[in-house]
T-cell receptor, first 116, second 115 residues
Framework: GESVGLHLPTLSVQEGDNSIINCAYS??????FIWYKQESGKGPQFIID?????DKRQGQRVTVLLNKTVKHLSLQIAATQPGDSAVYFC???????????????FGQGTTLQVKP | DGGITQSPKYLFRKEGQNVTLSCEQN?????MYWYRQDPGQGLRLIYY???????QKGDIAEGYSVSREKKESFPLTVTSAQKNPTAFYLC??????????????FGPGTRLTVL
């Protein structure tokens, strides 16, 4: 089916530690994946993206890894800070047949809690 | 939130009333989208528009209506036919034009509560 899910609903880490948030997707035909961060009461904020022809992409303090063999996506946050506390969603873009519009499919989200 | 604005931030409605949520973008994006988010859940697509004067139903369009008369604006009307309208509504936009790596950027959201 079409679904993008996350392994853990909640992840608690100590400030300064590295965080790893995982996501499993089901559609091997997806071309593009995005990680979003959503703080309470706000809209999702784009963090980083990766195309299906890549295995790894780095941003500022964040790295996304894509393993197409097992259809797994992860977001690594280095030196996690209290401001990183939020819900993190992975999403994939799926094109249906002849449709020219990519449908963004979101997972349920992982809540990251950073302990001071 | 970039150049996407939504208003109002909080909206209260009595049962049986229609309400319209505003979404405006100044990013010169062709495509715009409406999502609904329920507590602890991911986002579900209501309607989307790839170009002015055209829009398509998403996964949960029943009880909602939209219009796209201007490139910058994509208002969503929640009608009385929507059985459970209390939710957080998010508007998004993207460059569109059939790009396979088309990133969607979101507005701040409108929280609708039906009394």
């Amino acid at each position: 089916g079409e679904s993008v899910g996350l392994h853990l609903p909640t992840l608690s880490v100590q400030e300064g530690d590295n965080s790893i948030i995982n996501c499993a997707y089901s559609n091997s035909a997806s071309d593009y994946f995005i990680w979003y961060k959503q703080e309470s009461g706000k809209g999702p904020q784009f963090i980083i993206d990766i195309r299906s022809n890549m295995d790894k992409r780095q941003g500022q303090r964040v790295t996304v890894l894509l393993n197409k063999t097992v259809k797994h996506l992860s977001l690594q946050i280095a030196a996690t800070q209290p401001g990183d506390s939020a819900v993190y969603f992975c999403a994939e873009i799926l094109f249906h047949g002849s449709s020219n519009t990519g449908k963004l499919i979101f997972g349920q989200g992982t809540t990251l809690q950073v302990k001071p | 939130d970039g150049g996407i604005t939504q208003s109002p931030k909080y909206l209260f409605r009595k049962e049986g009333q229609n309400v319209t949520l505003s979404c405006e973008q100044n990013l010169n994006h062709d495509a715009m989208y409406w999502y609904r988010q329920d507590p602890g859940q991911g986002l579900r697509l209501i309607y989307y528009s790839q170009i002015v004067n055209d829009f398509q139903k998403g996964d949960i369009a029943e009880g909602y209506s939209v219009s796209r008369e201007k490139k910058e604006s994509f208002p969503l009307t929640v009608t009385s036919a929507q059985k459970n309208p209390t939710a957080f509504y998010l508007c998004a936009s993207s460059k569109g034009r059939e790009r396979r790596t088309d990133t969607q950027y979101f507005g701040p959201g409108t929280r609708l509560t039906v009394l």
